[in-house]
C-alpha cells in the first residue's frame, strides 16, 4: 500500500483538525495519485473533508465510534479488520490518506510514500512519525515549487521492507 501526505519542515500536518497548507497544486497531486483507487482515512480526517466521500474512490474509513455509519463509505472498527477488507484490493491501489493517528499506524505497511514537504515551521496540533527515520529513502524529489507564498517539493520515498499485512 501507499502513503500520501503533505508535511512541514517538522511532521507537523494539521492544525484543529484542517490541513495546514492551501496549496491547490498539492490537492491536484492528491486527486491525480488516489482518483479510482482506494483511500483509508481516520474518521476525524473523513469528517474534515468539505466532500464526503470522496468521490470517484472507494472510502474507507477507520472507526470505533459505533455510532458512526455511512452508506458511501466502507467503515472499519479496527485494524484487524482493515487489513481482512484491505484483502480485496490491489495493494498498490489502496492509499492511506491520514490523518496522523492512521499515518503512524499504516506506515510500516507502506511500500511507497508520496510526501509533499513543505519549507515551512508552522503552528500545528498534530505530528506524525518521521519519514526517513522509519525505513524509507527519497527515491525521487521535483524542481522546488512556489506557490502561495509556500515552497515545497514532491517527493517519492521507498520502504524497503514493507511489512506484511
Ligand atoms: N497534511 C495531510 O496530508 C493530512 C492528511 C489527512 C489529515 N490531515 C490532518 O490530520 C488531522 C487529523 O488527524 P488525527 O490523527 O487527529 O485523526 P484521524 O487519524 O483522521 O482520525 C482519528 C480517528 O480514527 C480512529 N481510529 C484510529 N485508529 C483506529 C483503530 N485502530 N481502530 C479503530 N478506529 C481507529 C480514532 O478512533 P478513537 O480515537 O475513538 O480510537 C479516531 O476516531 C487533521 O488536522 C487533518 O486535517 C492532514
Known amino acids: 500500500m501507499n502513503l500520501i501526505v503533505a508535511v512541514s519542515n517538522d ?6 483538525n484542517k490541513l495546514l497548507f492551501n496549496i491547490p497544486s498539492d490537492l491536484a497531486y492528491f486527486k491525480e495519485k488516489t482518483i479510482n483507487k482506494v483511500v483509508v482515512m481516520g474518521e476525524k480526517t473523513y469528517f474534515s473533508l468539505p466532500r464526503r466521500p470522496l468521490p470517484k474512490r472507494i472510502n474507507i474509513v477507520l472507526s470505533d465510534n459505533i455510532n458512526f455509519t455511512d452508506a458511501n ?3 472499519v472498527r479496527s485494524l484487524d479488520e482493515l487489513f481482512k477488507e484491505l484483502k480485496k484490493y490491489n495493494s498498490d491501489d489502496i492509499f492511506v490518506c491520514g490523518g496522523a493517528s492512521i499515518y503512524n499506524l499504516l506506515m510500516d505497511y507502506c511500500k511507497v510514500a508520496y510526501v509533499t514537504k513543505v519549507n515551512a515551521s508552522v503552528p500545528a496540533d498534530t505530528y506524525i512519525k518521521n519519514i526517513e527515520k522509519n525505513g524509507f529513502v527519497v527515491k525521487e524529489i521535483s524542481p522546488v515549487i512556489k506557490e502561495n507564498n509556500l515552497e515545497f517539493t514532491f517527493q517519492t520515498m521507498i520502504n524497503k521492507k514493507p511489512k506484511k499485512y
Not at 11 to 16: P, S, T
Open 73 to 75: 463509505a466502507i467503515i
Open 11 to 16: 511532521y507537523a500536518i494539521g492544525k484543529d
